[in-house]
């Protein structure tokens, strides 16, 4: 179960994107706003994890300092300012304890990420890993050379807080309504569906368009019905061995 709390002046929260697929639109407006809000409306001290999975745990110099400045001009651009990756590394207790060693060197342990089904389920298990990650990093602390700051409140560091916003073109992470790109992906592909429809009716011929999901079809079933396909097949209610008769 996902952990959220209210955010205080002066508090640090970081930002982090992953994903095995490929570029989620509306990221970086996404990135923004979370930046932005965080400076604006709660004072805190925002901070940016660059490259994913990956760059928390390699730690250093991909986890920075954020402010208004670096968010600024972002909102026409694709992919994700931070990068990106699938989150491999994160999946093993030692990855996950450097992850949280990194965390904890900087002073946080609250995290706001963005990702696909994948992020959400290395999302889940850092923030339930952080206790056991905990007592191994105090029990061996000269080698994570914590600063002083955070070993003299080590309390407040008890919990790992964590907000997850759910960003799939293909609107396929469970229990969410609607997820960051999946719009914009629809009009993608009604555009592309658009262009070969005149090519169909003037050479009298028929179609078959493949679209991105894996086990979702909400994108394939909205695109099917915005376009007026004559078949639908999607994983949710897959055809009988028969349909082509």
Request: glycine letters at 10%; a negative charge; one cysteine or more.
């Amino acid at each position: 179960q996902m952990v959220t709390a209210k955010i205080k002046p002066h508090q640090r929260v970081a930002i982090i994107s992953s994903g095995e697929g490929g570029d989620t639109p509306g990221v970086n407006a996404a990135i923004r706003a979370v930046v932005r809000c965080l400076i604006a409306n709660g004072k805190a001290e925002a901070f940016a994890i660059l490259d994913g999975f990956t760059g928390l745990i390699q730690g250093g110099n991909k986890i920075v300092s954020v402010d208004r400045k670096f968010v600024s001009g972002i909102l026409e651009k694709g992919g994700t300012v931070l990068g990106s990756d699938s989150g491999k590394d994160i999946e093993s207790q030692a990855g996950k304890i450097k992850a949280c060693a990194n965390l904890l060197k900087e002073g946080i342990h609250r995290i706001v990420i963005l990702g696909d089904e994948l992020c959400l389920q290395h999302a889940h298990d850092l923030q339930s890993s952080w206790p056991s990650c905990l007592a191994e990093i105090l029990k061996d602390e000269k080698n994570y050379e914590l600063p002083e700051g955070v070993k003299a409140k080590i309390d407040e560091f008890s919990q790992l807080y964590v907000v997850f916003l759910p960003a799939s073109p293909e609107n396929g992470i469970l229990g969410t309504e609607y997820n960051i790109g999946a719009d914009t992906a629809l009009h993608r592909v009604l555009e592309s569906v658009d262009a070969i429809v005149s090519t169909a009716s003037s050479h009298q011929r028929s179609f078959v368009i493949e679209i991105l999901g894996r086990h979702s079809g909400w994108l394939t079933l909205n695109a099917g019905l915005a376009s007026g396909a004559d078949y639908v097949i999607i994983p949710e209610n897959p055809p009988p061995l028969d349909w082509e008769a």
